[in-house]
């Protein structure tokens, strides 16, 4: 029988693909929509990072829209788009076989996310993916007011489970996000989707995956 006691999942690119709202406009976007989503979700990011170090909070659905406005400039796209783009953010597609494992995951492990979004944008993504019953917990940084990979947000869930940091799963698309929960103690696995490279950030993942469906296998 498996030890661990519960397994919590980053949301954005893990469980929820970042690009599908750029994707579901790429006939206006043009074939530069690919480009222009990474470059997007990477500003994002940045942000997110830049505004820790400068210890200027703004949440993330903020950080979204002032990420977009910057890439909508880079790229050249009109403005008559941004609301849509928004909107889109708002209900991104998940991954294909993300629902039907999580079903199989949630009859014998408790079930989380731990993300940077805020409770209200991973409320809209979880609940129009018809993803409502599967997860005990919806942690966000909002809760401690800073973004990953920062102790306080990883602890969120340890505090509330009460185990061990081990005994927790932990999964993110994100290299450096599967070091910071590593790092932190968490039993981290890399959703690796892309065939990246892994970043040098003293942790290697416990297992590497190419999707969610691999991980009942391995638990």
Known sequence: ?????????????TLFDVNSAAEKCKDRIGDKWVSFAHYWRTTQLEYTWL?????????????????????????DIDSSMRNELLNLYRKLSTYPEVKEVLIK???KYKLSILSNGTPDLLNNLVNSNDLKNIFEDIFSIEEVGVYKPDKKVYDLPTKKYGVKKEDIVFLSSNTWDV?????????????????????????????????????????
Do not use: C
């Open 105 to 107: 995951l949630k009859k």
């Open 179 to 219: 070091s910071g929960g590593g790092n932190y103690g968490f039993t981290s696995i890399w959703v690796n989707r892309n065939k990246n490279i892994f970043d040098n950030l003293d942790y290697k993942p416990k297992n590497e995956i190419s999707g969610l469906n691999q991980l009942i296998d391995i638990l």
């Open 51 to 75: 505004r820790t170090l400068m210890k200027r909070h703004k949440d993330f659905w903020q950080i979204t829209e002032d990420s977009l406005d910057k890439s909508m400039k880079t790229f």
């Open 1 to 13: 029988m498996s030890k661990f006691k519960a397994i919590v999942f980053d949301a954005y690119g």
